[in-house]
């Protein structure tokens, strides 16, 4: 992550947390944070192994996977699209399984594996999907890419078949807008064939 | 989301004791449940994970058929090889359903259990007798194109969206269900959906505290010779706005015996007695597909804008048809 993102990310933050204020009664927040009992806010411990490291956690159980990662742990690779399972941007894997992390709680996940795009490189070393990805271009705005990424990965070790639309069949599950998919293609091809 | 209480099953018994709480709820996949959770559309209290249960394997059964666990993912049992071999249309119909990375969750009791995908019963702004009993129906006036043109009444005209479910029944299914006195009852598939009459709400014969444990499909000399066939707004990872499924015995090139079962235009999976009727004894050929496809249609209704999904469901039905006479039905027993 460069300097300039972490810049506008905490800018956002910032910016949406003073507007929320202004629109919402302070009683609003005093619930989530600081009064779980009294909203009945009910909070249970989990043990996550993300990208190898393991976080004991004491969340509220209506948080998702993908807004656990997100908020809690910081990992703001993993995108939040459509939060109902139907673009793919917050692909994860649980156990090495390709998952829509938007539709699953962290509660559910006690002792789990879970892999976020950020676990993929070897350091500074990109996995060989993510440097396909560079190579054909497979992507334009990048939103959708970390979930396009994780998609391909975790195909690489499932039936899929070999044809073009056998590839596109088994990424269907990865909404692009910008309509890279051409370029998405030529990279899962590439990593497939090598 | 409203807050609700958590806890994960640590086996059948405790699964079961748990549920009983006040607006309890159980909890697999999560791909319906959590999804209609934060639309505010299910409110439970208590979701019950039921997710380490061992209720995820494909077992063969003596008399050649299958059990499969109420927890195994639908990518394991499209990918199962017994299942692709000779139940091809359960296989099928699953892979058309969905995303890869949501048939890595969702389950098969869950598949049964997913809700309609009417974008009124998803909206609570809008009337839905199903989400709401007798608040009246926003789609039967309104924008109906993805609804139902068999099996509505003038409550409710939502579609079943499960893929799946139409090829369990096709395979003539059976879906095992414990009881919360802990006896176990069996469900045929056909009839584990109901019509929506005046109690849209009550979408399946499960009753609370009940969990569903199996599905067996019977050995059968139709299930090798089956195929599915799905037409949608887009080539994949899209509901059916019409599909089939056949399966189909031959003799000398004669139909034995036909099963054939809708989806996406009823109201629930839509077993074809009057199709099926036209398929038995009759030539595997074009013409007695197109009669099977008329019978099978006869009794639709349209609403204002639905009215394509039954051409559509013809030409669905004359394809799943000609691809199960042409299947080669290796596992054929």
Redesign the interface.
């Known amino acids: 992550m460069t300097r300039a993102e972490l810049d506008r990310r905490k800018f956002l933050q910032i910016a949406a947390a003073a507007g929320a204020v202004t629109v919402f009664p302070d009683v609003e927040f005093s619930h989530a944070a600081t009064e779980p009992q009294a909203?009945?806010?009910?909070m249970?411990p989990v043990s996550l192994s993300v990208n190898g490291t393991v976080h004991q956690l004491q969340i509220?159980?209506?948080a998702?996977l993908l807004d656990t990662l997100r908020e809690q742990l910081q990992l703001f690779g993993t995108k939040k699209g459509c939060?109902?399972?139907q673009c793919?941007a917050c692909?994860v894997h649980v156990n090495g399984?390709?998952?829509?992390s938007c539709?699953?709680?962290a509660?559910?996940h006690?002792g789990d594996q879970i892999t976020t795009i950020e676990g993929l490189a070897q350091g500074e070393q990109l996995s060989p999907m993510q440097a396909a990805f560079v190579e054909h271009d497979g992507f334009q705005c990048g939103y959708c890419t970390p979930g396009q990424i994780m998609?391909a990965t975790?195909?690489l070790k499932?039936?899929c078949g070999p044809s073009d639309d056998d590839i596109?069949?088994?990424m269907?599950?990865?909404i692009c807008r910008c309509g890279a998919y051409p370029n998405i293609l030529a990279a899962v091809k590439s990593v497939r064939k090598s | 989301?409203?807050?609700?209480?958590?806890a994960?099953a640590k086996n059948e018994n405790d699964a079961m004791d748990r549920v009983r709480a006040p607006k309890a709820a159980f909890?697999a996949?999560?791909?319906t449940l959590?999804?209609l959770m934060?639309l505010n559309v299910m409110l439970p209290a208590m979701?019950v994970?039921i997710?380490g249960l061992p209720l995820d394997k494909i077992e063969s059964l003596p008399d050649g058929g299958l059990r499969i666990g109420a927890m195994v993912r639908n990518?394991d049992m499209a990918?199962h090889a017994e299942v692709i071999k000779r139940f091809p249309v359960l296989s099928q119909a699953v892979l058309a359903g969905?995303?890869?990375?949501?048939r890595?969750?969702a389950t098969t009791g869950g598949n049964l259990m997913q809700r309609t995908r009417c974008y009124y019963f998803r909206d609570t702004a809008y009337a839905c007798n199903k989400r709401q009993p007798g608040s009246g129906c926003a789609a039967i006036d309104g924008f109906n194109r993805i609804h139902a043109v068999l099996g509505g009444s003038d409550q409710c005209i939502a579609t079943h969206p499960s893929d799946m479910a139409v090829a369990l029944v096709a395979l003539d299914a059976v879906v095992h269900i414990k009881g919360s006195g802990g006896g176990e009852r069996k469900v045929a598939a056909a009839d584990f959906h109901l019509l929506p009459g005046k109690t849209p709400n009550k979408e399946t014969v499960v009753e609370p505290g009940e969990l569903i444990t199996y599905v067996t499909i019977p050995n059968s000399k139709f299930a090798a010779r089956s195929a599915y066939v799905k037409l949608r707004d887009r080539?994949?990872?899209e509901f059916a706005l019409a599909s089939a499924a056949a399966a189909l015995e031959l003799q000398d090139n004669k139909i034995h015996t036909a099963r054939l079962v809708l989806g996406g235009v009823a109201t629930k999976p839509w077993r074809s007695p009057e199709a099926e009727h036209v398929l038995t004894g009759a030539a595997a050929d074009e013409k007695t597909f197109h009669a099977a496809a008329e019978a099978a249609m006869k009794s639709a209704t349209p609403h204002k804008y639905n009215g394509f999904k039954i051409e559509l469901a013809k030409r669905a039905i004359m394809r799943a048809l000609a691809s199960a006479a042409q299947s080669k039905a290796e596992g054929q027993s």
């Open positions: 909203s009945g806010v009910v249970h509220d159980t209506r998702t939060d109902h399972g793919g692909t399984r390709r998952v829509n539709l699953t709680l509660v559910m006690d998609s975790a195909l499932e039936p596109r069949e088994c269907s599950g990865n | 989301m409203l807050p609700f209480d958590y994960k909890v996949g999560g791909t959590i999804d934060k979701l994970d997710n990518s990918h969905a995303s890869p990375q949501l890595n969750m080539a994949s990872y």
